[in-house]
């Protein structure tokens, strides 16, 4: 009995010994996906600054460079009428200038996301797809009287816009539908469409990988907006379904 007991107070230490080290392991691999995450974040905002200053240098500077050729100094000694079109000239070039930078502004935050909200700029996207005429895109929002806030309408918004860009490019689908709704304290949206996609082992797989940039940029917003997403494909095997889910009150 002894004998007994000391194996089993042996084997008791030795058990909590590994769900220690269990733990420990959990918790350093949850401290290296938090980093994968910020890593993915810092590059996608990184990578969009780059873009929108080499915008900035190769469009805007120009034209602002050119339209200060028409202003210089010596437009004083030129004559009324030369003075008026050098004004002119100049004048077009600071709208075209103006016009790029409104583009630009665009890109970073939709004036239809942020005048009129999350729905409104969804069904302005799926009208450009439907116009095109090569998919059949549709659109639905059953319940979106208040409006999350603008930080998390930009997160989904960017989120919504990548799934829906890779669906194009890469699934072939013949149509894609897009619905919101809510249940009880849950906001959620759905994606379904009929072509090639990809189901929840693929993105667990690629979405910390270097080359997986899109699917890192879609889980670093999802985390920070502390949802969930799910990649399936329907019992029917017919079409794919994306899910997001996200708690209403969670802050960010």
Known sequence: MFTLAIALVVFIVFYQRRIIQYQMKMQRMEEEQQKLLLAASIQ???????????????????LLATARLYLNENLV?????????????????????????????HSLMPSTLKNFGLE??????FQKINGSGSINASCRFHDYRRRLST??????????????????????ASFIHLIQGR????????????GYGITQDTYEKYKIIPEGLGLKNIHSRVKILKANITFEKDPSQTYFKISIELPLEAPL
């Open 151 to 172: 930080e998390k309408e930009l997160l989904l918004f960017r989120i919504i816009q990548e799934l829906i860009n890779n669906t194009l490019k890469h699934s072939h």
């Open 120 to 125: 409104s700029a969804i069904n302005d996207v």
């Open 183 to 194: 249940n009880n304290d849950q906001f959620f949206i759905r994606i379904h469409h009929d």
């Open 44 to 62: 996608s905002q990184e990578e969009e600054r780059q873009r929108i200053a080499a915008d900035l240098h190769d469009d805007a500077g120009p």
């Open 77 to 105: 000694h030129q004559e009324v009428t030369t003075q008026l079109q050098a004004i002119f000239s100049a004048k077009q070039i600071i709208d075209e200038a103006i016009q790029l930078i409104r583009n630009i502004s």
